[in-house]
């Protein structure tokens, strides 16, 4: 092989590499990959994830064979954790890393290598420029005040001679082109924030019966449940309901953690004021009944009077006086506004089901009205709940945080704030001292044109004296 | 003086402006300008006075919530959210044409909350009796609001850049002569969206600080955060393509407005359409 086709190949390969970095730092593939995240996404919230497709098109009416299709291909029923879903997440991230990496190098040098000499050239880029000749005084003091003026107006600047010529430098807000950058990373710290809470993280559920305690929690989606270090005892389960409605105001548990049986710590929880320990936090997200609620209640024998007390669980058959029975079948905490209900039955000594009806706790001669052999009132019942609790371990929260605190602060810098910059040469003319102002920035323009005239105002009333 | 009574205050204002914004650009007169301006600052101290009222009136019912709690309290608020931004803007920039696009959309959601929404004072679940409730919908609406403002702008931008362009680049004449020139509507576009992002950055983050406080989850691709992610991706698609060449003006414009159709389907159309945690918003 000669010489010349191998550097050929060599350039290339260049060639084809440039190119593809090009494309992995471009601009478009950044806006390219955003609408297309955009777009894709929406396929999520319309079909429901986490479901099966027999259940959507059981729910909807929407076509079977289409859902199966959609779930076998691209994975819908779980897309935001679908392979393509996160590649192009991945292709957003190296995306981002890429034209950081390009990027970077440069505004740090403008940052931390600020051109301290307004060169003629210099001057030529800038769109706000002013001149001025002062005819009295030496160059000296013209230095003296035009570093005063600016340190004044603006901030002191840096200064530095050349061949009789003086030049000043003055900035503000140099940093905020890391904006950008902070910006950027703050979204790849939050990726690592969630990486890590998916690996070393779990999200679990458990119930706990009023009075016992648990030392396992089920994972979402898991079959085999993960063993606590701790046990978390539920005391009690309490919840209240805005006056005369069913609208829950309020549900709260009274946890306690056990370690080694001895007691560690104690919280009430109520939805949105969960308990933490050991880095697991559990919150209050459900409850219900737990096993059958127990009845007591007074019975009076039309015929007789006779009146007898009795207890009963749900769904267990009482023997009454004369060789009947009841048995309660229903129960409700809140019946439309009538408080506590239950719904029950009589048997005849036969066996055979009387019709089921209401007793109301509140309305004890209720049931009196019905004409039964039977006069029943609900005296109490006791139910005892559980309480629901969302279990969460997330190591990686606090570096999600910490990448929306940086997002935060890097977009407000990349948005509001802008590096401003001001050069002033002096120089010796045959006639007096000529100065020259000149300024940038890098964000506002319009609003940086408005302080610079009147920047430029005040240094001409300065320099010429008054 | 009741709440109601402010609010119908506010509605009748944000009409009269939007009219009067109307006069001002076939009349061209500086002063009608000036009066549509003031009428939407009344509108706008009304509203204010209105859901301060309405917070109180909660209390006095014993409900200590503030008033955000239902699609009715959060529609007038979205109103308030657009006449602050649209008012703070033309304090700074004075381009009063800009009201004739803003004004419609306050008097739009402030006579639908007022004719078919439910005002009824209701108490909280519990799942929103938490301050970060507070905190999440004042960032998301403000960025709303500026996304809002952005739009009316660009629709602004495509009006005129369309008749330009049809009149092959000489300047147009009637009520076009008083918008601000396409350059300015694209900045102002580009203007409003730099104040919405990093509110709806905010209102993201707050509404995960929150889910993760309550629920132990900062994110769960339910699909209200799904969709305000969307709008985000939109809205930072945007602000990219600004430096993108071939990307700034008309299609600029359209990104802008499509950010906005994505908002406001996040804002309703989720709750209306689609299920999920947020379902008990609407």
């Not at chain 1, 010349?4 to 601009?27: M, P």
């Not at chain 1, 800038?126 to 107006?153: C, T, Y």
Request: aromatic share 14%.
């Amino acid at each position: 092989m000669d010489n010349k086709s191998e550097i050929q190949t060599e350039r290339a390969k260049g060639f084809v590499t440039d190119r593809i970095w090009d494309f992995f730092c471009s601009l478009k593939l950044a806006i390219g990959t955003l609408i297309l995240l955009a777009l894709t996404s929406i396929i999520g919230t319309v079909i429901e994830q986490g479901k099966t497709p027999e259940e959507m098109a059981a729910k909807h009416g929407w076509n079977l064979e289409f859902l199966n299709f959609l779930d076998k291909s691209i994975n819908a029923f779980d897309m935001y954790h679908s392979w393509w879903f996160l590649s192009l997440m991945g292709l957003f991230a190296v995306n981002l890393i890429c034209c950081s990496i390009k990027r970077f190098p440069h505004v740090w040098k403008t940052v931390n290598e600020p051109k301290l000499v307004g060169a003629e050239g210099l001057f030529r880029t800038l769109s706000n420029v002013e001149e001025v000749v002062v005819q009295k005084g030496s160059i000296d003091e013209v230095r003296d005040k035009a570093v005063a003026f600016l340190g004044g107006k603006f901030v002191a600047p840096r200064v530095t001679e050349q061949d009789g010529t003086i030049y000043l430098y003055a900035e503000k807000g140099a940093w905020s082109r890391f904006g950008v950058y902070v910006t950027h990373a703050s979204i790849l710290i939050i990726f690592i924030g969630a990486a890590i809470g998916n690996v070393w993280g779990y999200k679990a559920f458990v119930n706990i019966v009023e009075g016992s305690a648990v030392d396992q929690v089920w994972p979402r989606g898991g079959k085999e449940p993960i063993k606590l270090d701790f046990a978390v005892r539920c005391d009690n389960f309490d919840v209240e309901f805005y006056d005369g409605s069913q609208r829950p105001k309020e549900f709260s548990s009274d946890l306690v953690v056990l370690e080694n049986g001895q007691e560690v710590l104690k919280k009430k929880i109520e939805v949105n004021d969960p308990l933490t320990y050991k880095g697991i936090t559990f919150y209050q997200s459900s409850y219900g009944p737990a096993g059958d609620a127990t009845f007591r209640f007074r019975i009076r024998e039309r015929a007789t009077g006779q009146t007898i007390e009795a207890t009963a669980r749900q769904g267990e058959h009482v023997p009454l006086p004369g060789g009947a029975s009841f048995a309660v079948t229903n129960f409700a905490e809140s019946y439309d506004r009538f408080g506590p209900a239950v719904q029950m039955h009589v048997n005849t000594p036969g066996g055979r089901h009387g019709n089921p009806f209401i007793v109301l706790q509140n309305y004890p001669d209720f049931d009196a009205q019905r004409g039964g052999e039977y006069i029943f009132s609900l005296l109490g019942y006791q139910q005892r709940f559980y309480t629901g609790l969302q279990v969460a371990k997330d190591p990686g929260v606090w570096v999600v945080w910490l990448g929306c605190f940086l997002m935060v602060i890097g977009s407000c810098g990349a948005f509001f704030l802008s590096h401003r910059r001001l050069w002033v040469t002096i120089q010796p003319l045959t006639k007096g001292v000529g100065v020259k102002l000149g300024g940038s920035a890098h964000r506002n323009q319009p609003a940086f044109a408005l302080f610079f005239d009147s920047l430029r105002k005040d240094l001409n009333a300065t320099l010429s004296g008054n | 003086m009741t709440s109601s009574l402010f609010f119908n205050i506010t509605t009748a204002a944000y009409f009269i402006a939007m009219v009067v914004f109307i006069v001002y650009l076939t009349s061209k007169n500086e002063k009608v300008g000036f009066i549509a301006t003031l009428i939407s600052w009344v509108g706008f101290v009304a509203n204010t006075v209105a859901i301060g009222l309405r917070w109180q009136e909660a209390y006095a019912l014993g409900f200590q919530q503030a008033p955000l709690s239902n699609l009715y309290e959060s529609v007038v608020f979205f109103a308030w959210s657009i006449l602050l931004i649209y008012l703070l803007f033309d304090l700074k920039y004075k381009y009063r044409a800009v009201g004739a696009f803003v004004l419609p959309g306050a008097f739009a959601w402030m006579i639908w909350a007022q004719w078919s929404l439910d005002a009824t004072i209701a108490p909280l679940v519990p799942a929103l009796q938490s301050n970060w409730l507070t905190y999440h919908v004042i960032t998301c609406f403000i960025g709303y609001a500026a996304f809002a403002v952005a739009c009316g702008v660009s629709i602004m931008y495509l009006v005129k850049v369309g008749k330009e362009e049809a009149s092959s680049g000489s300047p147009v004449g009637g009520i076009l002569a008083m918008f601000p020139s396409v350059k300015v509507l694209d900045d102002l576009n580009y203007k409003a969206i730099m104040v919405g992002f990093p509110m709806l950055t905010l209102g993201i983050i707050t509404g995960a600080a929150w889910a993760n406080y309550a629920w132990g989850t900062y994110w769960s691709w339910d699909p209200k955060e799904t969709w305000s992610l969307i709008v985000w991706f939109i809205y930072a698609a945007f602000l990219h393509a600004r430096f993108t060449r071939g990307w700034v003006g008309r299609r600029a414009a359209w990104l802008s407005i499509s950010g906005f159709a994505a908002t406001i389907f996040c804002y309703l159309g989720v709750n209306l359409l689609l299920s999920g945690l947020h379902s008990y918003g609407g």
